[in-house]
Each structure stands twice: as structure tokens, then as C-alpha cells.
């Protein structure tokens, strides 16, 4: 247990891996935030939500969980200033979740065949648990509270007028005729939005934010739980035992074989990513839910739209894990250095095309590690 996650596995590497980690947070907490214009917090919640969950577990598996402590607190405490109370409670309740299931896993060296369905159903827990705080504080009406959130800021932004307008030019929002021939008018060092076009742009804003909710939340559940779960397993027990290897490979003395890279610590029986897939009859079923939730998540049925929506993104997230290890074997294949191995991938995570490249992999077996089936016997 020791090995696995220590409180500090050097103070060296517990240093820089608070300091890493925290930093990025720390930031919020200094003076002119006006830097982060035009929205601080919007830029905080990513953080929180895209980010430290990975970053908190890789730096417990390479540093030690005391390094995460500090990164953790940091997360916490730049959200108590920036939201307050209840974005702390929302903060502690997502991380904490996370975190406490990573620690679980690890400390108890649960094998990753298990581990793995563990992670994912505690990312999906912790957006849940969430969600259900977030109505709770806005009384049933989040959607609705998101879209006013959004209005009431742009509405006293400096440059609230000007992001109003390039929404309209885009399309995204709408503007009643008569007001559309006047909507501008110039002012001393520019030009600024009538009033009337003003609050019909607002009222235009609070819908669209309202309506991209729903099928945004959702998704993001779901596809977000399962990308960011397989994340927060592979990449600490992956980078975990690389600085393991690396640590006892310059500690061990020189023998005949050369020095010894036993570490210690256990990488759960994880296969190697670039041999990942999926066994072929379970390909057939979830590519049927890709297909099902596409052809739903347009329904006109409010049950069925969600329905799609989940099963899309459950899907597309299961194929784009599969893309991503399918383009770590290409990219083994070819020598590429460890580094692009895993930054390549981080970049593409935000398109379609690792899950086009999960897909063309699970149905046309190119890496080979699926047995074709074998023939019928003619009677």
C-alpha cells in the first residue's frame, strides 16, 4: 500500500506536483482577474470539470496523495471566492466523489477489469449528485436559471452589447424586425445596442441557453462520465508506474543485467492501451445505440430525444476510448515518442474522429486482435 500511494513519495516531487496542480487555481485567487475577461468563473467551472479530476489522481499515483491534498484544496478554495457557498458544496461533491473512489481503487488494488466500470460509475455519480444539488438550489428551474444567469451577465459585461450583436450576426439569437432596422446606434467611442434591441436580445439569449441545456447536460453526463472516467485510471496507473520504473531504475545498483525497474507498484493488470477493443459481439450492440440514439435525439418525443441523446453519447464515447487506442498502436507502430502518444490523442479528444477511427477499427479488426469467426460446417 506504501508503493502504491504514499502521503509523499519525495519532497521534491510532492512539491512541484502541489505546485502544478494548485497553481492553476491559485491563479483565481490573485488581483486583476480582469485579465480573465470576460469570465473568470466560466473559465474556474472548466477547470474543475474538464481538468482536475485527472490531474488531482495522476499527481496522487506520481506524488503522492499529499501533492493531491494541496491541488484539491486550492480547487476548493478558488471556487469558495469565486461562487461562493454553493459552488464550493458543488465543487466538494464532484471532486470529492472522484477522488474518493480513485483512492478506493488504488489503495485496494482492485483489478482494472473492475476498477475501470468503478471510475466510470463514480464520474456518473458525482455529475448526478450534482445535477440534483444544482435544482435543488434554483428550485426546480436550472435551465431556466442558466439562461437568466446568462442574460443578467451579458447585460452588465462592458462588452455585453458587442458579443450580443456577433450572437445575432451568427444567427444564434433572434430580433424582432422593427427593432433589427435600429438596433445599433453610435456613442461617444463606438457603438452600442438600443434598449428595446437590448432586452429582446436578452430575452432571445435566455431561451437559447435554456433549450441548448437540455440536450447539452445530458450528453455531457454521459459522454464526459465515461471519457473522463477511463482518464482518471489510465493515465495515473500509466504515469504512476513510469515514475516507479523510473525511481527504482536510478536507485537499484548496476548489475550484469542492468539496473533493476521492479517498482512496486501495481498497475492493476491494465492491458496496454494501444491493445484495447472491444470483443466483436458487443461492438454489434453498441454501434446499434449509436444508430438508435442518432436516428432518436431528433425525435419530437421529449422521452425519446433524451433517450438518443444518452445513447449517443454513451456510444460515441465507447467508440472515441477505442479510436484513442487504436491511434496509440498506429502511433507505437511508427516509434513515436511517449509524449505525442498522449498529446495527440488529448487534442483529438474534442472531434469525432477518434470515434470514426473506433468504429472503422471495431468493424474492420485492422490491428488484428479480434479472431475472425470461424466458419459454419456444411451439413
Not at 295 to 304: A, I, K, M, Y
Amino acid at each position: 500500500m506504501k508503493d502504491q500511494l504514499p502521503l509523499i513519495r519525495s519532497v521534491k516531487s510532492c512539491i512541484v506536483g502541489a505546485v502544478l496542480t494548485a497553481f492553476p487555481f491559485l491563479f483565481f485567487l490573485l488581483p486583476g482577474q480582469e485579465l480573465l475577461a470576460p469570465a473568470p468563473v466560466m473559465y474556474a467551472v472548466l477547470l474543475v470539470l474538464y481538468v482536475a479530476p485527472a490531474a488531482l489522481c495522476v499527481t496522487a499515483a506520481v506524488c503522492g496523495t499529499a501533492a493531491m491534498a494541496a491541488g484539491l484544496a486550492a480547487a476548493l478554495g478558488a471556487m469558495a471566492v469565486l461562487t461562493g457557498s454553493q459552488g464550493l458544496l458543488v465543487t466538494a461533491v464532484y471532486l470529492g466523489v472522484i477522488v474518493g473512489a480513485f483512492l478506493a481503487v488504488m489503495l485496494l488494488r482492485v483489478p482494472f477489469r473492475r476498477g475501470l466500470p468503478v471510475m466510470i460509475a463514480a464520474h456518473l455519480a458525482a455529475f448526478s449528485l450534482v445535477y440534483v444539488l444544482l435544482q435543488r438550489m434554483t428550485g426546480g428551474e436550472l435551465y431556466a436559471a442558466a439562461g437568466s444567469a446568462a442574460a443578467a451577465y451579458l447585460e452588465k459585461a462592458d462588452i455585453g452589447d458587442m458579443m450580443l450583436y456577433q450572437l445575432y450576426s451568427m444567427r444564434l439569437i433572434d430580433l424582432k424586425g422593427e427593432l433589427a432596422e435600429n438596433a445599433l446606434r453610435q456613442v461617444a467611442g463606438g457603438y452600442e445596442l438600443s434598449s428595446a434591441a437590448r432586452q429582446d436580445m436578452l430575452l432571445s439569449l435566455r431561451e437559447l441557453v435554456s433549450s441548448a441545456l437540455q440536450s447539452f447536460v445530458p450528453q455531457t453526463m454521459v459522454n464526459h462520465g465515461i471519457l473522463s472516467g477511463v482518464g482518471c485510471l489510465l493515465l495515473p496507473v500509466r504515469f504512476g508506474q513510469i515514475a516507479a520504473e523510473r525511481r527504482a531504475y536510478l536507485a537499484s545498483p548496476e548489475t550484469e543485467e542492468g539496473p533493476s525497474r521492479e517498482s512496486g507498484f501495481s498497475d492493476l493488470d491494465m492491458p496496454p492501451f494501444s491493445l484495447w477493443h472491444l470483443p466483436r459481439g458487443f461492438g454489434w450492440q453498441v454501434g446499434a445505440a449509436l444508430i438508435a440514439g442518432y436516428l432518436f435525439r431528433g425525435s419530437g418525443t421529449p422521452v425519446l430525444r433524451t433517450a438518443g441523446i444518452i445513447l449517443y453519447a454513451a456510444a460515441s464515447a465507447v467508440f472515441t476510448v477505442q479510436g484513442a487506442a487504436a491511434m496509440n498502436f498506429f502511433q507505437k507502430s511508427r516509434g513515436t515518442r511517449r509524449g505525442w502518444r498522449v498529446a495527440v490523442p488529448l487534442l483529438l479528444m474534442g472531434t469525432s474522429l477518434l470515434m470514426f477511427l473506433g468504429i472503422f477499427d471495431q468493424f474492420s479488426n485492422f490491428r488484428g486482435l479480434r479472431k475472425p469467426p470461424e466458419p459454419k460446417e456444411e451439413i
